[in-house]
C-alpha cells in the first residue's frame, strides 16, 4: 500500500501543470483563510472616485460606486471558497451515500434511487438552483444546499459504477462470509477502494461549484450582505466597455481559480492510473 501511495505522489509530482495548479489553489486557500485581515477594508466602503482605472492609487481601479476592485475580490474568495467546499461536501456525500446504496444493495433499492437519479438528472441544474433560491431565499445556506441538491447526480451514478464492480471481489465476499455488517462493507471495505476515480470527481466538482456559484451572484440570486467574484461581474456589467476592469479581473479570478483545480484534477487522473505505474 505505501509503495502504491508513493507512485502515486510521484505520477502527480511528475506533473507539472497539476503542480502548478496545486500552488496557485493555495495560495486561493490563504487567501480565503486571511485574506480578509491582511486587507481589513470594507469592500462596500466607496473610497475613491467611481470607474477610476487601475494605477497607483488603486491597483485594480474601482467599479461604478467607487468600490475598490481589488479588495473586493479578496474579501470575494473567502466566499467563493466556502460556498463551493461546503456545496461541494454535500453534493459529495449525497451522491455517494445513493451511490454506494444502489451498488450495494441492487434491486428494488436500487432501481428506485437510480430513478430518483434520473429525474434530477434530466433537470437543467443551474435553473433547478436559480427556482430553489428564488422560492426560498438568497442566504448563503441556501445556495449551498441549492447547488449540492442539484448536482449530486454525477457522484452518485460514478459511485454506483465501482460499487457494482467491486462488490463481487473477493476481499468483499470474504468479508460477509465472517459476519462483517453491511454498513462496515459500504464504509470500511469497498469505499476507500473506490475513492480514486470519486476523489478525481470531487476535485473537478469544486470547479463546477465555482462556476454555478459565480452563476448565481451574477443573476443576483445570492446573499446581498456577501461580495463574491460573480456579484462583481453581474452588478458592473453594464459599464464593461467603459471600465472593462470592473469585469476582467473578477472574471479572471474565476478562471484561474477554476482551471487550476481542472490541472489538479487532471493530475490526479494521471497519478491514479494504474497503466502509468512503473514507468
Request: hydrophobic residues 55%; glycine residues 8%; aromatic residues 12%.
Amino acid at each position: 500500500m505505501n509503495k502504491i501511495r508513493k507512485e502515486t505522489f510521484r505520477l502527480f509530482c511528475a506533473n507539472r501543470a497539476a503542480l502548478f495548479g496545486l500552488l496557485f489553489v493555495v495560495v486561493f486557500i490563504f487567501i480565503g483563510l486571511f485574506g480578509s485581515i491582511l486587507v481589513p477594508a470594507d469592500p462596500f466602503e466607496m473610497v475613491a472616485t467611481p470607474l477610476t482605472g487601475p494605477g497607483s492609487e488603486m491597483i485594480l481601479g474601482s467599479d461604478y460606486l467607487g468600490r475598490d476592485v481589488f479588495v473586493g475580490i479578496i474579501h470575494g474568495t473567502q466566499a467563493t471558497m466556502i460556498i463551493a467546499t461546503t456545496a461541494t461536501l454535500v453534493t459529495v456525500f449525497i451522491g455517494i451515500t445513493i451511490g454506494a446504496l444502489a451498488g450495494y444493495y441492487g434491486g428494488l433499492i436500487d432501481n428506485v434511487l437510480m430513478r430518483v437519479t434520473e429525474f434530477f438528472q434530466v433537470l437543467p441544474p443551474l435553473v433547478f438552483a436559480m427556482v430553489i433560491v428564488a422560492v426560498f431565499s438568497s442566504d448563503i445556506l441556501v445556495v449551498i444546499l441549492a447547488i449540492a441538491i442539484t448536482t449530486w447526480t454525477t457522484e452518485a451514478r460514478l459511485t454506483r459504477a465501482e460499487f457494482l464492480k467491486l462488490k463481487e471481489q473477493d476481499f468483499v465476499t470474504a468479508s460477509r462470509a465472517i459476519g462483517v455488517r453491511n454498513f462496515r462493507i459500504i464504509t470500511k471495505v469497498i469505499l476507500p477502494n473506490a475513492m480514486p476515480p470519486i476523489i478525481i470527481a470531487i476535485t473537478l466538482r469544486v470547479g463546477i461549484t465555482i462556476i454555478y456559484e459565480a452563476a448565481l451572484s451574477f443573476l443576483g440570486l445570492t446573499d446581498p450582505d456577501i461580495i463574491t467574484w460573480g456579484k462583481m461581474i453581474g452588478q458592473s456589467r453594464d459599464y464593461f466597455f467603459d471600465a472593462w476592469w470592473t469585469v476582467t479581473f473578477p472574471g479572471l479570478a474565476i478562471l484561474l481559480v477554476v482551471l487550476c483545480i481542472a490541472l489538479i484534477g487532471d493530475g490526479l487522473n494521471d497519478a491514479f492510473n494504474p497503466k502509468l505505474r512503473g514507468r
